[in-house]
């Protein structure tokens, strides 16, 4: 579970960086992750939120792949950007894909935003 200061829960937080035209797609159409950098957040903890829709699947697979996700970047919460928030979008062949491949389609996505600032569409 990520700690409580690390989360994106507010509707007005997950605008607030999904407005920003910048987002990386990763590897095999797996995850679109959003990044934002906000005036005045440079020294706090970086946000992760977290959007899986209903084209995932029912609830049960919609969950399931959350709490995959989630655990995927708690792991990484030390690659992470302080003051940065990140919304990590999954696509329907999240739902079906290991733990491993999300991890490594993470990885991939994060390393692209580092690289380019995130400008990229």
Not at 69 to 85: H, M, S
């Amino acid at each position: 579970m990520l700690p409580a200061d690390r989360r994106l829960r507010t509707s007005a937080d997950f605008a607030a960086v999904l407005r920003r035209r910048g987002r990386v797609s990763a590897s095999a159409h797996l995850l679109i992750v959003h990044a934002n950098r906000l005036p005045g957040r440079e020294n706090l903890p970086s946000r992760v939120g977290f959007v899986v829709g209903k084209n995932v699947g029912n609830a049960v697979l919609r969950n399931r792949t959350k709490r995959r996700l989630r655990e995927q970047c708690r792991a990484r919460l030390a690659l992470l950007v302080e003051g940065t928030d990140y919304v990590v979008r999954a696509q329907p062949a999240a739902s079906g894909a290991p733990s491993s491949a999300l991890g490594s389609a993470l990885d991939a996505a994060l390393a692209d935003l580092s690289t380019r600032g995130g400008e990229r569409r």
